[in-house]
């Protein structure tokens, strides 16, 4: 599979999102899709400590064994775990042991904060994430749900005080929320950061499986009431237009959901949220159509807002 950068690290394009794990569903399936993705060719896997509580990060650590070094795994810190959260040089720390003896490894190869920490100096944090790159715990740094400002905010401190910077913001996007187009994409381009697109299929709106008379699918989010509420009649309209897109130019809404993701060029890798090996599988085989630039400017057209 193609691999693209996040600072030094060479991840593929098509990467799995691993917030089912422990929530959604057991260390089991948890294991069979990692080896699925794993087997298809994915090496990037991206979860945080609060997903599941912590057990996201277990069924990974437990499940990789020997297959860890295969792989580039990111992390998150910052959200509420245990009744602690920011991003404070002491707790970015005690997250970050906390996270490596879950997941089994010596090293977390991305580690990010999950959410601005309004509380906290971003050079604070940034001294923090340093320390523990200087030990060699952590590769590389991230950010996410991070603002075009605080982007610039954070690599200006980074500079002027000589500490690791973030190679990556971790952000929504998706052909239903093109918020990053303001002006995120564009400062990433500016500052050489990666970008890593969240919820990229809608919460499995662009996979193919909702449309629009036909009734929910059993055991999807959309039957479940799960994360975010996208399964509108609109959204479902527009699901049509984007299915007619890429149906009569033979490919499937999965493929365009990835590839028009990957057609800006700083999005690094499209990490998909998969619940089965088969979705796994799926969608790492989506990111394969290079999308023309007339046919970029034809879904503009189509959906020139893309907002849920
Ligand atoms: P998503 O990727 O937009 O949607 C994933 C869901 O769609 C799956 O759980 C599955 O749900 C369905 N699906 C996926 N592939 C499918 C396929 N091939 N065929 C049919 N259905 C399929 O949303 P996400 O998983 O919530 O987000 C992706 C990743 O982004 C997460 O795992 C996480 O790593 C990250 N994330 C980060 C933040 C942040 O604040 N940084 C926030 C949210 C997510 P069903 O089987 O239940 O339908």
């Known amino acids: ?7 030094s690290l060479d991840v593929s394009v098509a990467g799995l999102g691993c917030n089912n794990f422990g929530w959604r569903i057991g260390p089991d399936e ?9 087997d298809a060719g994915v090496n990037f896997l991206d979860t945080a400590d609060v997903y599941g509580a912590g057990k996201s990060e277990e069924y990974l650590g437990n499940a990789l064994g020997d297959r860890r070094k295969e792989v580039v795994l990111a992390t998150k810190f910052g959200m ?67 603002s075009s400002e605080q982007l610039r905010e954070a690599n200006d401190a980074a500079g002027a005080m000589g500490l690791a910077r973030f190679v990556s913001v971790q952000n929504e996007y998706s052909l239903f929320h093109r918020e990053p187009e303001e002006n995120v994409l564009s400062e990433c381009q ?4 990666a970008f890593i697109p969240y919820f990229p299929l809608a919460s499995g709106l662009l996979t193919g499986k909702y449309r629009k008379g036909r009734p929910l699918p059993e055991a999807s989010r959309g039957k479940d009431q799960w994360g975010p509420k996208v399964f509108t009649d609109e959204n479902l309209e527009a699901v049509e237009r984007f299915a007619r897109f890429a149906e009569t130019r033979h490919h499937t809404l999965l493929e365009l959901a990835f590839s028009w993701l990957l057609a800006h060029d700083v999005v690094a890798s499209v990490i998909a949220g998969a619940k089965t090996p088969q979705q796994a599988t799926a ?13 970029l400017s034809e879904i503009d057209r189509i959906f020139p807002d893309g907002e849920v």
Request: charged residues 25%; hydrophobic residues 40%; proline residues 4%.
């Open 283 to 295: 969608n790492a085989g989506a990111a394969n159509w290079r999308l023309t630039a007339e046919e």
């Open 1 to 7: 599979m193609e691999k693209r950068r996040i600072g």
């Open 190 to 193: 500016r500052l050489g950061i």
């Open 30 to 38: 948890s294991k069979a899709t990692l080896f699925a993705a794993l």
């Open 80 to 146: 509420e775990m245990a009744g602690q959260s920011g991003g404070s040089p002491t707790y970015v720390r005690q997250a970050a042991d906390a996270s490596l003896r879950r997941l089994k490894t010596d090293w977390i190869d991305l580690y990010q904060i999950h959410k601005p920490d309004p509380k906290t100096p971003i050079a604070d944090t940034l001294g923090g994430l340093n320390e523990l790159v200087r030990a060699g715990k952590v590769r590389e740094i991230g950010c996410s749900n991070f």
